[in-house]
């Protein structure tokens, strides 16, 4: 799998770059075509949430739950918290490329969606159900 990896750092970017080396996957700095899917490291979230790029994309961020509500709603497929391992990082990228969204270590698949009532993912019975996202 390949993987653009952006921040807004040249460091880290290049740090996160051989992680992914090691996890298998094939890392590269800049938006290529053949990219499957991204990983993006911000300093921090602003608002407005910046879109998406084209492709399937992951978030490491250190803010709370609802940054990672935001992101979801906003069309990022997933997002991995500062206690998050190199190993959650892989399942991260291989669960975002199958189509499905990462969130709080579990892979959800988006027929299962997020309720924008409650806020909880894939757990939800409420009436306000999301049917995907």
């Given at each position: 799998m390949r993987v653009w990896v952006y921040s807004f750092s040249t460091v880290m970017a290049e740090a996160l770059a051989s992680l992914i080396g090691r996890l298998g996957f094939q890392a590269d700095l800049s938006e290529h075509a053949?990219?499957?899917?991204?990983?993006?490291?911000?300093?921090?979230?602003?608002?407005?949430?910046?879109?998406?790029?084209?492709?399937?994309?992951?978030?490491?961020?250190?803010?709370?739950?609802?940054?990672?509500?935001?992101?979801?709603?906003?069309?990022?497929?997933?997002?991995?918290?500062?206690?998050d391992d190199g190993q959650q990082?892989?399942?991260?990228?291989?669960?975002?490329?199958?189509?499905?969204?990462?969130?709080?270590?579990i892979g959800i698949s988006p027929s299962k969606g997020i309720c924008l009532s409650c806020k909880r993912l894939a757990t939800c019975m409420c009436k306000y159900r999301a049917k995907s996202c």
């Open positions: 053949e990219t499957e899917v991204a990983l993006w490291a911000p300093s921090s979230i602003s608002n407005p949430v910046p879109a998406p790029p084209s492709m399937p994309t992951l978030v490491l961020i250190q803010d709370d739950e609802a940054a990672v509500m935001t992101l979801l709603r906003k069309g990022y497929r997933g997002c991995l918290l500062p206690d990082l892989k399942k991260a990228l291989e669960a975002i490329r199958r189509g499905e969204i990462w969130a709080n270590g």
